[in-house]
């Protein structure tokens, strides 16, 4: 009996090896697409994002980053101009309008000093930081003490009564003689050159109901006299009070300069 020797099969087509190996290529092909396309991606972004900063800016368009809903017509330079203009004019209407109130004030105060006789102890000068009120120590004040005498009433209700009708910002500062003083309230001059102007804007708040963001209190001791401090009668003239109603256009009016 013969047998035949049966041949082994003959694999048709590519190895089988030849699967993984496609397979592995073609995944790594396609993440190396991946990559590119990713890469080409930022690239593009990035230039995109640089040439919108070095061409204009935000804020060029609108005053907030965040884009309003209803965005209006741009301004023209017409338009800008005209409220320049506008803002110009109300500027120097309401310069007008101070110093005729300055000047109503100073000539309301002297007429009051002519009619009280008080030319001899309360001066009013017109600088340019504004109406100057200067009163001696003893129209307010006894000799070393900042309590307000009761005849200094019915001056300072006057001048509260102007103060009441322009909305000027009003500087008070103390001044003494260069002789020294040194009590338990007021170790030096400065304590009590303080105190005195305190005492008076004391008087406008409590008494007349004025605003007090509208008063400033300086002491300056006896650093800023208008007289030698030699004499009696010059040592009268350093130991004083001046209310200053402040002109809005005297820049530092309001720091003490």
Not at 190 to 205: D, G, K, N, P, Q
């Amino acid at each position: 009996m013969n047998y035949k020797r049966r041949r082994p099969p003959v694999n048709q087509g590519a190895p089988k090896w030849m699967v993984t190996f496609s397979d592995l290529i073609t995944l790594i092909l396609v993440f190396f697409i991946l990559l590119f396309s990713m890469s080409q991606i930022d690239n593009l972004k990035f230039r995109a994002l640089a040439d919108s900063f070095s061409e204009k800016s935000i804020l060029d368009f609108q005053p907030s980053i965040v884009e309003y809903e209803q965005p209006g017509e741009p301004i023209s330079e017409k338009e800008v101009n005209s409220v320049q203009d506008s803002k110009q004019e109300t500027e120097a209407n309401f310069s007008d309008s101070s110093a005729d109130s300055l000047l109503v004030i100073m000539e309301e105060v002297q007429a009051f000093l002519e009619k009280e006789g008080l030319q001899d102890v309360v001066v009013a000068n017109r600088t340019e930081r504004g109406v100057v009120l200067v009163l001696q120590e003893q129209v307010l004040f006894e000799t070393g003490e900042a309590t307000l005498l009761h005849g200094a009433t019915p001056f300072l209700e006057k001048v509260s009564t102007l103060l009441q009708n322009i909305p000027n910002f009003v500087k008070v500062e103390g001044h003494t003689d260069n002789r020294p003083i040194k009590t338990y309230r007021y170790p030096s001059n400065w304590e009590l050159s303080t105190a005195r102007a305190s005492s008076v804007i004391r008087y406008f708040i409590e008494n007349e109901g004025l605003d007090p963001k509208r008063f400033t209190a300086v002491g300056y001791g006896e650093t800023r006299p208008v007289a030698p401090n030699d004499r009696e009668e010059n040592w009268q003239k350093n130991r004083r009070v001046e209310i200053i109603i402040s002109d809005p256009d005297f820049q530092g009016a309001e720091v003490g300069q």
